[in-house]
């Protein structure tokens, strides 16, 4: 019977597994939406993990958990790591490409960046207040245009002509998204322009300046949107590095931390079925009006979610 | 004698780090007026200085506010604002929360002490008598030098406290020993040695909690925007959250250094190859001690501001260019009135991460 490591990472828009074995070979993984509920999602996650896993060779020693869930999922499966996802991405980056010194990340909610010298990171950047130009964005105006999300980099690349969209915000991006559909700018335009607003809006706010040098790995949800990939390597002069796995990183960055942790608390995939009360009132702190769930475990507050801005968010006391 | 049976007035200023000891004892002793201490700082504080105030101005204003509003609520009758020599929106507060609070429908004293003129003492004059028609030149003067030693005292016991607790063994013995040391400073009696002695003790008291101290201790500096930078609320208590990952942090910024021992042309010279002009406020200090510490090889530098503070965002690009030279990591904060901790942690857990592999890597490469 071998040691595997498991990784999850518990994101605002979708949940990654990876589990991993003593030599960091992944031997299975598992990508799902996190549908506003990180627990339930956990749960189809290791149960999904679970058919995959061959369980007769290996068995999981200890598990690490990263993303904005972490503390729940990491108090939930009595986690050895809990990690914030930064360095879960640097250090799962590192391992698939050692010489990597530029990684773009860009997620559901959030945007970072992560400059690395030698191995190391020396400097790295996360979005600020507001989630523009994240995939939560895409994701709206891919419905706007009547095009799956997963279909719109594959548009996006039908255009010639991309038509300049205002970076900046959000808000100004979407009215001027309407506006140029309204005077019969072509779909395609129309979604290569937003691809490259993206783009822009993450070097002129997120990277701000950083030094890009090669290789540039990108990942995050967003990195599986070719339209924004072409239109990154047209920004920055540079190929853009977009691995198989590259979604999976944080986790299995999480799960190599893991096994480094030396720590072994052997793990049952049933444990997933522990007793949590969820209970849900809105933020009522803006317009909003997010509804905002917090999470108690035998009567106390461990983690809450829901909120669209970091506004709604309740302090977690911590573990 | 009638002056001094005349009612004494409820004076209040606002939550500003743990100089509300201070301000007490100068109103209590040197002015021998009632003082209202604002309460502690909270949600409601913010929500109150945030409803009533402009939405883009920094939220030193809405704190600020929030806590005169919080103190009329409490029983003051009189509220004092400070500025005046700075060049930023600080100058502005006090007249306009003037009239915040007079559109309110309170009707209270206010004292703006923007309004008195630097190169004018007599108008100084003019504010304290506002306070206290009928005070005594000798009191104020007596209680102002008590102030002044503790004002010291306290600056330099923070940071000793901020330096050391994170490596405390047992949690929260240096916080106990620094709240027995405020309680102290509000009972002492009023001169210079009875100060003097409170430190001492306190320094001892610290000197004594048991510490585990790497032999090569992470280091990083905390710089920003004045207020956000010294009060704790604001500043989401990011020093204390950096210390107990185990990080030894240092602020250089505070009362008695900015006001007492600062010397703008010294500051000036350390930075002249970076800057060639002054941009306000604390700018020029900031960018300083940045400097100052990646030249003495400091880990990390943390700067903190308000969402919107102007001469800190113009300081930006200058710490940039000192963290490419100097290679030392510098992580930017922009704090409004409401940001959930989470967001925080993880850039704060993030860096610390960074920095701590950082120096690991550079030690296996001397080895």
Redo the contacts between chains.
């Keep these: 019977m071998k040691n595997a490591f498991l990784g999850i990472d518990i994101g605002s828009i979708s949940t990654k597994g990876t589990i991993i074995d003593e030599n960091d070979r992944i031997l299975c993984g598992d990508y799902l939406y996190t549908k506003g509920d990180p627990l339930e999602a956990v749960r189809t996650l290791l149960k999904n993990l679970e058919t995959k896993f061959d369980a007769l060779q290996y068995r999981v020693a200890a598990v690490g958990t990263t993303g904005?869930a972490r503390k729940l999922i990491g108090a939930a499966l009595d986690a050895v790591v809990v990690?914030?996802?930064?360095?879960a991405h640097a250090v799962g980056t590192t391992s698939i490409h050692p010489d990597v010194r530029t990684i773009f990340e860009i997620g559901g909610q959030d945007s970072k960046i992560i400059i690395l010298r030698?191995?190391?990171?020396?400097?790295?950047a996360?979005n600020?207040?507001c989630a523009a130009g994240t995939g939560a964005f895409i994701s709206n105006q891919a419905a706007r245009l009547d095009i799956p999300v997963e279909d719109f980099g594959g548009v996006a690349l039908r255009s010639t002509d991309p038509t300049p969209i205002a970076a900046r915000c959000t808000v100004f991006a979407e009215s001027d998204l309407v506006h140029k559909l309204q005077i019969g700018c072509s779909k395609e335009d129309i979604a290569a322009g937003l691809c490259r607003a993206i783009v822009l809006n993450y070097l002129n706010n997120v990277a701000k300046?950083k030094k890009i040098e090669p290789p540039v790995v990108f990942q995050g949800g967003v990195s599986k949107n070719i339209g924004v990939v072409k239109a990154f390597e047209n920004e920055t002069g540079h190929e853009i590095i977009v691995d198989e796995n590259g979604h999976l990183a944080g986790a299995y960055g999480v799960a190599i931390l893991a096994r480094r942790s030396g720590a072994l608390r052997p793990f049952d995939f049933r444990v997933a079925d522990v007793d949590f009360r969820i209970a849900g009132k809105s933020c009522g702190?803006c317009a909003n009006n997010c509804e905002v769930i917090c999470v108690f475990r035998d009567g106390t507050l461990v983690d809450s979610w829901g909120?669209r801005c970091?506004?709604?968010?309740?302090?977690?006391p911590s573990r | 004698m009638h002056k001094k049976n005349a009612a004494k007035k409820k004076v209040s200023f606002s939550q500003f780090g743990n100089y509300n000891v201070l301000f007490e004892y100068f109103v209590r002793h040197g002015l021998e007026q009632e003082y209202v201490v604002p309460p502690a700082i909270t949600k409601h504080t913010m929500e109150l200085g945030n409803r009533n105030s402009p939405d883009f101005v920094c939220s030193p204003f809405k704190f600020t506010l929030g806590c005169f509003l919080e103190a009329i609520e409490a029983g003051a009758d009189t509220i004092v604002q400070v500025g005046g020599v700075v060049a930023c929106r600080l100058k502005y507060y006090g007249s306009l929360q003037k009239k915040i609070i007079r559109d309110l429908g309170y009707d209270i004293t206010f004292v703006n002490l923007a309004e008195a003129n630097r190169e004018h003492p007599a108008s100084f004059l003019a504010l304290i008598r506002q306070l206290n028609p009928a005070y005594s030149l000798r009191k104020i003067l007596r209680t102002g030098a008590t102030v002044l030693a503790m004002l010291e005292a306290l600056d330099r016991t923070q940071a000793r406290l901020i330096e050391n607790v994170g490596f405390e063994v047992n949690d929260g013995e240096y916080d106990r020993v620094f709240r027995r040391f405020l309680q102290d400073l509000r009972e002492a009696d009023n001169n210079v040695f009875a100060v003097l002695k409170i430190y001492r003790r306190t320094k001892k008291a610290m000197e004594q909690i048991p510490v585990d101290l790497p032999s090569d201790p992470l280091r990083v500096a905390v710089i920003g925007e004045y207020y956000t930078v010294m009060d704790d609320y604001s500043s989401h208590n990011i020093e204390k959250k950096a210390a107990k990952y185990g990080m030894r942090v240092e602020r250089w910024m505070n009362v008695s250094n900015t006001l007492v021992h600062y010397s703008a042309p010294k500051r000036r010279k350390v930075i002249r190859d970076y800057v060639t002009y002054d941009m306000g406020v604390t700018t020029t200090s900031n960018i300083g001690f940045a400097l100052t510490c990646a030249k003495q090889g400091f880990d990390g530098i943390i700067h903190l501001k308000s969402?919107g503070c102007t001469p800190e965002i113009d300081a930006m690009p200058v710490l940039?260019n000192i963290?490419a030279d100097y290679?030392v990591?510098i992580l930017f904060f922009?704090f409004?009135c409401?940001?959930?901790?989470?967001?925080i942690?993880?850039?704060l857990?993030?860096?610390y991460?960074?920095i701590r592999?950082?120096k690991e890597?550079e030690r296996k490469k001397r080895i």
Excluded: C
């Design positions: 904005s990690k914030n996802e930064i360095t030698g191995g190391v990171v020396t400097d790295y996360m600020t207040l300046g702190r909120n970091e506004r709604g968010s309740v302090a977690v | 969402f940039r963290s290679d990591p922009s409004d409401q940001n959930a901790d989470t967001g942690e993880t850039r857990e993030a860096f991460d960074m592999m950082k890597n």
